[in-house]
Every structure is written in C-alpha cells, then in structure tokens.
Nanobody, 117 residues
C-alpha cells in the first residue's frame, strides 16, 4: 500500500521560508520521479516542482522558479521542498506524488502552508 505523508507546513509571513518533507512507503521510491503539487482554496491542484529519480534533474513551475528548491534523499525515501521568499499566493495545501503523472490513488493528506502578515 502506497503512503505519502507530507509535513512541515505552517504559518509564515511574506518573505519567510519553510521546508516541506514527504516520506514515502510502498513504492520503489529510488526509481521514481517525484513531484510537489499544491491546491489553493477554490482552485484546481497544480504542479509545483519535480525531481528525477537520481536527483540530478529538477523542474519548476514558473510561479516558483528561483524561490523553491526540490531535493530528495533516496536512503530515507523522502522528498523535500525548500520554499523561500514566500508570497501570499503560495498559500495552499501542498502534496507530493509521482511525476509528471501523479498516481491517482497515491494522494496523501497534504500539509497546509499559509503565508500572511
């Protein structure tokens, strides 16, 4: 059974930073491209970033490029998202999943990030 457990969200002021983590189990993590996604209130879930299996290549949505950094530790079956220079429009529930095609049954509960002054 696949489990993806996100953590690290919270309340932060504009310009602040957070680091999200996603612990995976039940999948061959080290062989999969992993991604972060987010869903803001009233909007559809959108892709944020992805990282290839070996961690060499990373890709970002234009809205977060230069501010967010995705990384992974295959020994810990964990993918991370370092978020800097946060903006109110980054407020969302953040999820991890496989990428570029997320497993429809893999979605976890996500972790809420709220950026507000």
């Amino acid at each position: 059974q696949v489990q993806l457990v996100e953590s690290g969200g919270g309340l932060v002021q504009p310009g602040g930073s957070l680091k999200l983590s996603c612990a995976a189990s039940g999948i061959i993590f080290g062989s999969l491209t992993m991604g972060w996604y987010r869903q803001s209130p009233g909007k559809q879930r959108e892709w944020v970033a992805r990282i290839t299996a070996g961690g060499v290549n990373t890709y970002y949505a234009d809205s977060v490029k230069g501010r967010f950094t995705i990384s992974r530790d295959n020994a810990k079956n964990t993918v991370y998202l370092q978020m800097n220079s946060l903006k109110p429009e980054d407020t969302a529930v953040y999820y991890c999943n496989t990428a570029p095609f997320p497993g429809p049954n893999y979605w976890g509960k996500g972790t809420l990030v709220t950026v507000t002054s």
